[in-house]
C-alpha cells in the first residue's frame, strides 16, 4: 500500500491512541470479500460457491455472507443475473438501521447519493411491501451504472433519477426516509482504492465538509416531520462526520436516534450525537462512519395537482405482454416512445410527479419494445422478479453457454419451443434469445456485455 499522508496518521494518532499501531496494521491487510443474496431470487449460498470459499455470515445484515477469498466476481453468470450484490460489509449496517427506524406500513424512501447501487438494492429488498424507492444519482455516468445495478435486482418497486439535491425542493415532505451516503474524502477507502491515498489533501476535507452540508440543507426539507434522514460516510474525518451531525441537530432541532443492539466492534463516535465507527482492526470491513436524525418538525406534503395527458392515457396491455406479468392489476402501464412498461398503481401519481420534476432515467419495470405492432420482450423483463416464469420457453444454461451469452456472442441452438426463449442460468433469468430456426440471436445489450476473457 501506498505511504499514508503524515497529517492523516497523525490525526489518526490522537483519535484512537492506543490503537493507532492495530488500525495502521489493518490498512495493511487484504480487505475483506462479501456479498448479499438477493431474496427475491433465492438460490442458495452452497450453488453460488464452493464449501471452502464461504465464510461467516455478516452479524448485522441476513443473507449477507464473507468470502475466504476473492472469486472473479465478472466471469460468475450469478452475478449478471442479481443473485447477489457484492458489497462492502461495513456498509450493510444499513439493514440493521433499517430494522430499527423502517414502520410497518408502506413508505416512501429517497437513496439520495446512491451509485453504484449497494445501498439501494439492499433497501429495495428491505421495505415492506407496498412501499417505493427514488434511487437518485447526481452524476450522469454513475447514474448509468446505478440504473443497471437496479435492474439486474429485479424489482419494481424503485424509481432512478439523475438528479442534484436542489432539484428536488418541490418534493416538500414527501420521504419517510432519506439516506444520505454522502460525498467524503474517502479514507476509509484507503485499504481498498489506493487511488483514495493520492487524492487526499487537506484542504479537500474542508471543501467536503461544505459540500455535505450544502446536500443535506438541500434536502432536509423533503423529509417528512417525523421522518428519518440516515447519514454515513466512508471516511474517519470527525469534520465530515460528528460535525456534520451535530450540525444537522443544532440547527434543524433534529432529534438524534440511537441504534441497539450493537454488535461487537462497532465504536460509538466521540458527540453528543448518536454515531457510530467502523474501523478495520475492529470489525472485518472498511472504514465507515453513520448516524441517524429523526425530525422533529415542518412541513407536511401536499402532493399538487399532476396534469393528466388525456391526449396519450395509459395503454393497454397486449395480451402477449400480459402474460409475462405475474400480478398485472397490481401495475399501471405506461408508453415512452415505443416502450411498454409498468409502475405500481398505488405509486402512480407520485411518479407522475417525479416525472414532471425530475430527469427519471428508469421507473418500475420496462417490459417490451413495441416494433410494427409485434412486442420485443426487453433485457430489465427477464431480470424482473415479477416475471411470470410459467408463460416463457426457458432455455437454462451451463457456466459455459451463459457466460457465452453474457458475451453476446452465439450459443448452441436448441430444438424450437418458441420464437422467445429466455436464458436462465441456476433458474434465473440472463436475458433473451430470438429463434430463428437455424440460429439464435442473441438480445443481451451490448454495453452489459462481458469483455473478459473466458476461463
Known amino acids: 500500500m501506498n505511504t499514508l499522508p503524515a497529517l492523516f496518521e497523525e490525526r489518526m494518532r490522537k483519535l484512537l491512541p492506543e490503537e493507532s499501531e492495530a488500525f495502521f496494521a489493518a490498512l495493511q491487510t487484504e480487505p475483506p470479500v462479501s456479498i448479499r443474496l438477493n431474496p427475491g431470487k433465492p438460490v442458495p449460498i452452497s450453488r453460488l460457491f464452493p464449501d471452502e470459499q464461504i465464510g461467516l455470515p455478516v452479524s448485522w445484515c441476513e443473507s449477507a455472507y464473507y468470502l475466504k477469498s476473492r472469486p472473479v466476481f465478472t466471469l ?8 447477489y450484490y457484492v458489497q462492502e460489509a461495513s456498509s450493510m449496517f444499513l439493514y440493521h438501521i433499517f430494522g430499527q427506524i423502517l414502520p410497518a406500513h408502506p413508505v416512501r424512501v429517497l437513496d439520495l447519493c446512491a451509485a453504484p447501487g449497494g445501498k439501494s438494492t439492499l433497501i429495495a429488498s428491505r421495505l415492506s411491501s407496498g412501499s417505493l424507492l427514488v434511487a437518485n444519482e447526481v452524476i450522469r455516468s454513475r447514474a448509468g451504472i446505478l440504473k443497471e445495478n437496479m435492474i439486474k435486482w429485479g424489482t419494481s418497486h424503485v424509481v432512478v433519477t439523475n438528479n442534484d439535491p436542489a432539484d428536488f425542493h418541490h418534493l416538500k415532505g414527501a420521504f419517510d426516509i432519506i439516506v444520505v451516503d454522502a460525498p467524503c474524502s474517502g479514507e476509509g477507502m484507503f485499504r481498498k482504492d489506493p487511488g483514495a ?17 450544502r446536500i443535506l440543507a438541500d434536502i432536509w426539507p423533503c423529509l417528512k416531520p417525523g421522518g428519518f434522514l440516515v447519514y454515513s460516510t466512508c471516511t474517519y474525518n470527525p469534520g465530515e462526520n460528528e460535525a456534520i451531525l451535530e450540525r444537522l441537530i443544532r440547527k434543524y432541532g433534529a432529534r438524534s436516534i440511537e441504534i441497539a443492539p450493537l454488535f461487537p466492534g462497532i465504536v460509538p463516535g466521540n458527540s453528543t450525537a448518536h454515531c457510530y465507527h467502523f474501523y478495520p482492526h475492529r470489525i472485518p470491513g472498511e472504514g465507515f462512519f453513520t448516524g441517524v436524525v429523526q425530525k422533529t418538525e415542518g412541513e407536511e406534503f401536499r ?75 426487453l433485457p430489465s423483463l427477464a431480470l424482473w422478479q415479477g416475471l411470470n416464469k410459467a408463460n416463457c420457453a426457458l432455455l437454462d444454461t451451463d457456466r459455459m453457454t451463459a457466460l457465452t451469452f453474457l458475451k453476446k456472442e452465439d450459443i448452441p441452438v436448441p430444438p424450437k419451443t418458441a420464437e422467445w426463449l429466455l436464458v ?22 451490448k454495453e452489459w456485455r462481458i469483455r473478459m476473457t473466458i476461463e
Open 424 to 445: 436462465t442460468y441456476h433458474g434465473q433469468g440472463l436475458g433473451w434469445c430470438k429463434h430463428l430456426g437455424n440460429r439464435l440471436n442473441n438480445y443481451y445489450p
Open 76 to 83: 460468475d453468470p450469478c452475478l449478471h443475473s442479481g443473485t
Open 303 to 377: 402532493a399538487g395537482k399532476v396534469r393528466k395527458n388525456t391526449k396519450h392515457p395509459p395503454p393497454l396491455l397486449p395480451g402477449d405482454i400480459r402474460a409475462y406479468i405475474r400480478t398485472p392489476e397490481y401495475y399501471r402501464p405506461y408508453a415512452k416512445d415505443n416502450i411498454i412498461g409498468v409502475i405500481p398503481e398505488q405509486h402512480s401519481e407520485f411518479i407522475q410527479l417525479l416525472e414532471a420534476n425530475l430527469h427519471i432515467l428508469y421507473q418500475g419495470c420496462e417490459i417490451a419494445e413495441i416494433i410494427n405492432r409485434k412486442s420485443k420482450p
Open 197 to 213: 491515498i493520492q487524492e487526499w489533501n487537506e484542504s479537500n476535507l474542508q471543501l467536503c465538509s461544505e459540500r455535505q452540508q
